[in-house]
Nanobody, 123 residues
């Protein structure tokens, strides 16, 4: 059974960088051909796919967030991380990490999800 768990600060100040980590258990983030994504849901809105790191370390980002987003991984800890720079209150959301069998942006294609972590951007 694959499990994902998000961790990181729940409050970030405007203009700072939001940093979250997803710890994966029950499966390796380097196993072919799985893809590991960050997805968020702002209050009152739908899910938004942010970006992905694939089993081979390749990354892809949402065009609307690409200039501010970076996803990396630590294979020794079986973790992958999100950094979102220059945050504004519009980045307030529940942030999820999730797994899919391949690189997809459709959130219904993700079979395992973390429980989500609330991040609020406020001074």
């Amino acid at each position: 059974q694959v499990q994902l768990q998000e961790s990181g600060p729940g409050l970030v100040k405007p203009s700072q960088t939001l940093s979250l980590t997803c710890t994966v258990s029950g499966g390796s983030i380097t196993t072919s051909y799985y893809a590991w994504s960050w997805i968020r849901q702002p209050p009152g809105k739908g899910l938004e796919w942010m970006g992905v790191i694939a089993y081979d370390g390749s990354t892809y980002y949402s065009p609307s967030l690409k200039s501010r987003t970076s996803i990396s991984r630590d294979t020794s800890k079986n973790q992958f991380s999100l950094q979102l720079s220059s945050v504004t209150p519009e980045d307030t959301a529940v942030y999820y990490c999730a797994r899919a069998y391949t690189i997809v942006v459709v959130t219904t294609s993700y079979d395992y999800w973390g429980q989500g972590t609330q991040v609020t951007v406020s001074s």
